[in-house]
């Protein structure tokens, strides 16, 4: 079977750069902020536009409605399919509609809702996550056009940022749509603009609320402090046990794991100090990788603390202190798991006797990449062809549930994560962008996968 060469898809990539540039900048326009409600008509319009656009490159793409658990109106999703040949085999491809919100639009260099180009990126909320995912996919099947030998089905999610609420009733009720032998979830990144990366792992999630009590009331600061601590102090305090003296989470159960497929290169750890803007006294904490300490081993984050605020404070001893913890698991542990070690720990080490509750919330399982899998070995070549440097593979420590779901149903499918990011994209913050010239090369990259797939 003659198959398209990397020089003719790069042609044919080249030639539609304009239409997938307006494209891109057509969807951060529609504003489709999903927190502003899933079922709103600016979802819907978002939906529409982007099976419109699918359309347009040859997939029998349409609109339809989800259900969430409990049977109220979920998220607009888009689903299609292009079948070229029944025993061919079949790809999936994922991305979401949706985007985050844009609190403080004075915090932008640029306006958000208006992809600006400069210096080789574009800005705008949704350029990168996950504007630049359907990008990719448009510009893909254009590139192949009538030499696409694989069957394509699609799904273009509408509640991603609100955490998919409805994304497994919707996959039960639509198994045919889903059903395949390999996925593409372009939601992801590469290590660089120039450098491209499958994504190896990404970390789990769960969380708990915890109670500190010590007295059933407040009391006056002067009158009973010294032997009585106040609650504020013993959350601090119990929050501090879960840490050695290297910042290394020390819970027992809570498990570890190391970078999938071996470790290409660590993360630089100048470069991720200035991205995450590390104040220049601060001693990175744990030990081990870079890399492990960000994508495999757990960490758990202190996101929320009811406190008397400073302003209003007075003299008093307060009675309890509430805090959130998010734990992000190893890939491979199941967060049930992680999430009751968190709160045997937690309930163990009350400091000085107080009182601990302990109220579990949901959970997210992690997933890891099967390195050898066939899909793995020709999506590496089909990068490497592209941008014309080997990649060099990384995990993710945020998470991404809906894939290790995507797992449970389809056992027989192999995943593979990719996506336009890269470490300036700043996506979910202000000046999100995406790289042109990577970006670009995503698109003859996934054109030249899709082509390896169906030889």
């Known amino acids: 079977m003659q198959t398209i060469g990397a020089d003719a898809i790069r042609e044919r990539v080249d030639a539609d750069w304009k239409r997938i540039l307006d494209v891109l900048a057509r969807k951060i326009a529609l504003k489709a902020v999903s927190a502003e409600g899933i079922t709103g008509e600016h979802m819907k319009r978002s939906a529409e536009f982007v099976a419109a656009e699918l359309a347009k490159v040859g997939v029998d793409a349409r609109v339809v409605q989800s259900s969430n658990p409990d049977g109220t109106p979920g998220a607009w999703e888009v689903v299609g399919s292009r079948i070229v040949d029944p025993n061919a085999p079949t790809v999936l491809l994922y991305a979401h509609h949706d985007v985050q919100p844009v609190p403080d639009p004075s915090a932008w260099d640029t306006d958000p809702w208006t992809a600006t180009e400069i210096d080789g990126r574009l800005y705008g909320r949704g350029s990168a996550d996950d504007g630049g995912g359907l990008a990719i996919h448009s510009g893909a099947l254009a590139a192949l056009g009538d030499d696409l030998k694989v069957n394509v089905k699609v799904f273009i999610e509408g509640e991603e940022e609100m955490g998919s609420p409805s994304f497994i009733p919707f996959i039960e009720a639509h198994r045919d749509e889903f059903d395949s032998d390999v996925i593409i979830v372009a939601d992801s990144g590469n290590w660089a603009d120039d450098i491209p990366s499958l994504t190896t792992s990404l970390r789990g999630n769960t969380g708990v609320d915890v109670t500190v009590k010590v007295l059933d009331h407040p009391v006056h600061s002067g009158q009973y402090g010294g032997p009585i601590l106040d609650a504020n102090t013993l959350a601090a305090m119990l929050i501090a046990s879960m840490y050695d003296g290297d910042g290394e989470l020390a819970i027992p159960g809570v498990k570890a794991d190391e970078p999938v497929g071996g470790l290409q290169r660590d993360v630089d750890e100048t470069q991720m100090r ?182």
């Not at 899998?373 to 990068?383: F, G, K, Q």
């Open 274 to 455: 200035a991205d995450a803007s590390v104040v220049p006294s601060y001693r990175l904490a744990g030990t081990g990788s870079l890399a492990s300490r960000l994508w495999t081993k757990p960490s758990v984050t202190v996101i929320g603390f009811d406190a008397q605020p400073v302003e209003g404070s007075f003299n008093v001893i307060d009675n309890e202190a509430t805090f959130r913890l998010s734990l992000r698991t190893a890939p491979t542990q199941r967060p049930e798991e992680a999430q009751r070690a968190l709160t045997d720990f937690l309930l163990a080490h009350a400091p000085f006797g107080a009182e601990v509750t302990v109220v579990p919330s949901d959970n997210g399982m992690g997933w890891a990449m099967d390195p050898n899998a066939e899909a793995t070995r020709d999506a590496l070549e089909a990068m490497e062809e592209a941008f014309g440097v080997p990649p060099i593979n990384q995990g993710q420590g945020g998470s991404i549930p809906f894939i290790p779901e995507l797992r449970r149903l389809f056992p027989s499918a192999q995943v593979l994560v990719t996506g336009p990011e890269d470490p300036k994209s700043n996506a979910h913050s202000p000046n999100e962008s995406v790289g042109l010239y990577g970006l670009k090369r995503n698109v003859v990259a996934e054109a030249l996968l899709l082509a390896k797939l169906g030889e």
